[in-house]
C-alpha cells in the first residue's frame, strides 16, 4: 500500500524528551490484536496518555491542547525493545510523519521508513536544543526537507542521513511494491536483451 509523498514538511512539533521509549511505551502489547494498520493512533502511548480511570493525564505532551502538528521530537534512544511493526502504525495512524531523536533502534528505525515515516537523527546538542524551543513556544515551527536531508526550525538547522533507497520511496510514495512495479519498463528491457 503506498503512502502519500514525503518531500517537505513544515509543521509544529509534539515534544516528548523522555529517554528509552521502547516499543511497548509506544503501543502496549494488549492492543496488538488487530492485523490491519488502522485505529492503532487510538492507543498511541496509552498507558502515558490515560490513568487507569481511562481520564486523559493532563500533563502529557499528546493531551496538551498547547502542542500539535506532524512531528514528534522525542528523546535518545527512541524505538526500542521488540521489534514490533505496529509501532510505526500507531504513530502513523495518529498522524505523525516525522520524529526526531539523537538515537533510534535499528529494527524501530527500519520500520518507521517501511510505513511511511521518517526517522530523523539529529545530534545531542540540536536535539535539546529543538525540545527546549518547542516547550517554551509551542507555536515553532519546525522544517523537514526530505530531499536536501536537512531539518531546521528558527536560526538553526542540522543535516540527516537516510538511506537513498528509502529516500526514493517516501519521495515517490512508495512501498517496496511500488518501487518494484515503477521500474516495469527498465525490467522488461533488461528481460528483453538478455
Given at each position: 500500500m503506498s503512502k502519500e509523498k514525503f518531500t517537505l514538511l513544515k509543521s509544529k512539533a509534539v515534544p516528548l524528551p523522555n529517554e528509552n521509549i521502547d516499543t511497548d511505551q509506544i503501543i502496549?502489547?494488549?492492543?496488538?490484536?488487530?492485523?490491519?494498520?488502522e485505529g492503532f493512533g487510538?492507543?498511541?502511548?496509552?498507558?502515558?496518555?490515560?490513568?487507569?480511570?481511562?481520564?486523559?493525564?493532563?500533563?502529557?505532551a499528546l493531551n496538551n491542547p498547547a502542542y500539535s502538528g506532524k512531528i514528534l521530537v522525542a528523546g535518545k534512544n527512541f524505538g526500542c525493545g521488540s521489534s514490533r511493526e505496529h509501532a510505526a502504525w500507531a504513530l502513523y495512524d495518529y498522524g505523525f510523519r516525522v520524529v526526531v531523536s539523537s538515537f533510534f533502534a535499528d529494527i524501530f528505525?527500519?520500520?518507521?521508513?517501511?510505513?511511511?515515516?521518517l526517522p530523523v537523527v539529529v545530534s545531542d546538542s540540536f536535539l535539546k536544543r529543538l525540545l527546549d524551543t518547542i516547550q517554551s513556544n509551542p507555536e515553532t515551527q519546525v522544517t523537514v526537507d526530505l530531499e536536501n536531508q536537512n531539518i531546521s526550525f528558527d536560526s538553526h538547522s542540522e543535516n540527516f542521513d537516510i538511506n537513498a533507497y528509502k529516500k526514493i520511496?517516501?519521495?515517490n510514495g512508495y512501498d517496496?511494491?511500488?518501487?518494484l512495479l515503477s521500474l516495469d519498463k527498465e525490467i522488461r528491457e533488461f528481460d528483453l536483451a538478455h
Amino acid at each position: 500500500m503506498s503512502k502519500e509523498k514525503f518531500t517537505l514538511l513544515k509543521s509544529k512539533a509534539v515534544p516528548l524528551p523522555n529517554e528509552n521509549i521502547d516499543t511497548d511505551q509506544i503501543i502496549p502489547a494488549r492492543f496488538l490484536k488487530s492485523t490491519t494498520r488502522e485505529g492503532f493512533g487510538d492507543n498511541l502511548f496509552r498507558d502515558w496518555r490515560y490513568d487507569s480511570n481511562n481520564n486523559p493525564v493532563h500533563d502529557f505532551a499528546l493531551n496538551n491542547p498547547a502542542y500539535s502538528g506532524k512531528i514528534l521530537v522525542a528523546g535518545k534512544n527512541f524505538g526500542c525493545g521488540s521489534s514490533r511493526e505496529h509501532a510505526a502504525w500507531a504513530l502513523y495512524d495518529y498522524g505523525f510523519r516525522v520524529v526526531v531523536s539523537s538515537f533510534f533502534a535499528d529494527i524501530f528505525k527500519n520500520n518507521a521508513l517501511n510505513n511511511a515515516v521518517l526517522p530523523v537523527v539529529v545530534s545531542d546538542s540540536f536535539l535539546k536544543r529543538l525540545l527546549d524551543t518547542i516547550q517554551s513556544n509551542p507555536e515553532t515551527q519546525v522544517t523537514v526537507d526530505l530531499e536536501n536531508q536537512n531539518i531546521s526550525f528558527d536560526s538553526h538547522s542540522e543535516n540527516f542521513d537516510i538511506n537513498a533507497y528509502k529516500k526514493i520511496c517516501l519521495t515517490n510514495g512508495y512501498d517496496d511494491i511500488d518501487y518494484l512495479l515503477s521500474l516495469d519498463k527498465e525490467i522488461r528491457e533488461f528481460d528483453l536483451a538478455h
